[in-house]
T-cell receptor, first 110, second 114 residues
């Protein structure tokens, strides 16, 4: 069974600092890895999807890397803003089934 | 596209009552997923469909839970009878042709069973 771990569970940084969120998974036979954002009481918004054959994906201030052999992904958010405050979830896909980590709750202080 | 649509957004019911949650996937998507999110267990996949056919229901917790997809644009998740431990947020997601398998989530239904 795929196990997904996210560290740290919570993170508080001052505005402008870069964010580094970590995700690890136990089964490297994945189709892809998705990073989601979830605001309190809201649904999930897909941020980035990395295919198993890719090493990284970028979108604006977001960059996600994938090292499938070691079972790790990292989400970088540059120059954080208070609007980046949310819970960030990592999910890996085996076949079509997504397995989620517990998330990292980020607070960006103005 | 309107995205994945779920209804109702909030449901409060008494223990023992039947609850039906509804989902409309993104047009053209042929995979539909039902997830449940709780504080204790996080996000869990309950069941998923491909071309309206259930493929994997191993995450459905008990026989009290059932899901159907009568056509490509509609799915239901039913709980009968409901229990307080079913209180959670239920999400529907879909994905489609293109090979990326990126899943798009609906806003969720927050279910409270008293």
């Amino acid at each position: 069974k795929q196990e997904v771990t996210q560290i740290p569970a919570a993170l508080s940084v001052p505005e402008g600092e870069n964010l580094v969120l970590n995700c690890s998974f136990t089964d490297s036979a994945i189709y892809n890895l998705q990073w989601f954002r979830q605001d309190p009481g809201k649904g999930l918004t897909s941020l980035l999807l990395i295919q198993s054959s890719q090493r990284e994906q970028t979108s604006g201030r977001l960059n996600a890397s994938l090292d499938k052999s070691s079972g790790r992904s990292t989400l970088y958010i540059a120059a954080s803003q208070p609007g980046d405050s949310a819970t960030y979830l990592c999910a890996v896909s085996n076949d079509y089934k997504l397995s989620f980590g517990a998330g990292t709750t980020v607070t960006v202080r103005a | 596209d309107a995205g994945v649509i779920q209804s109702p957004r909030h449901e409060v019911t008494e223990m023992g009552q039947e609850v039906t949650l509804r989902c409309k996937p993104i047009s053209g998507h042929d995979y539909l997923f039902w997830y449940r999110q709780t504080m204790m267990r996080g996000l869990e996949l309950l069941i998923y469909f491909n071309n309206n056919v259930p493929i994997d229901d191993s995450g459905m917790p008990e026989d009290r839970f059932s899901a159907k997809m009568p056509n490509a644009s509609f799915s239901t998740l039913k709980i009968q009878p409901s229990e307080p431990r079913d209180s959670a947020v239920y999400f529907c997601a879909s994905t489609g042709p293109g090979g990326t398998y990126e899943q798009y989530f609906g806003p969720g239904t927050r279910l409270t069973v008293t």
